[in-house]
């Protein structure tokens, strides 16, 4: 089971958060998770937007890879933008491309993030 946990935090925290789970990974040899972080929510919605997470929620639910035509009639969408979402999330590594076609390679997808009231 291959889990995403994307996330909110400035540069230095993301390197000693991927320290941390590279040194638990090597220490119990146990999988620790993939993680996407973002340094504000501006990037973090630049990615993900509204379009996008149906995109993803439709590719989870589906049992094997599908063209990206096939997945643009799920979605009742234009091909062409279709194709540039997957693009985008691809650069991203939430969606994985094979000779098969595209799919979420992640059985969970988890969002972390808190905003604060500007001290």
């Known amino acids: ?3 995403l946990t994307i996330s909110l935090m400035d540069s ?3 390197m000693q958060q991927m320290k941390d789970s590279a040194i638990q990974a090597w220490k119990t040899g146990q999988y620790q998770g993939e993680t996407l972080s973002y340094a504000t929510p501006a990037q ?3 990615v993900f937007t ?3 997470w149906e995109m993803i929620a439709c590719l989870q639910n589906l049992d094997s890879p599908v063209s990206i035509r096939e997945l643009a009639r799920q979605l009742s969408r234009d091909v062409r933008r279709v194709h540039d979402d997957v693009r985008a999330l691809t650069n ?3 969606i994985e491309k094979s000779s098969n ?3 979420i390679p992640y059985t969970e997808i988890h ?3 808190t905003l604060k009231k500007a001290a």
Do not use: P
């Open 1 to 3: 089971m291959r889990t």
């Open 12 to 14: 230095k925290n993301a």
């Open 44 to 46: 973090l919605f630049k």
């Open 50 to 52: 509204q379009k996008r």
């Open 92 to 94: 991203e590594g939430v």
């Open 101 to 103: 076609g595209i799919s």
């Open 111 to 113: 969002t972390d993030f």
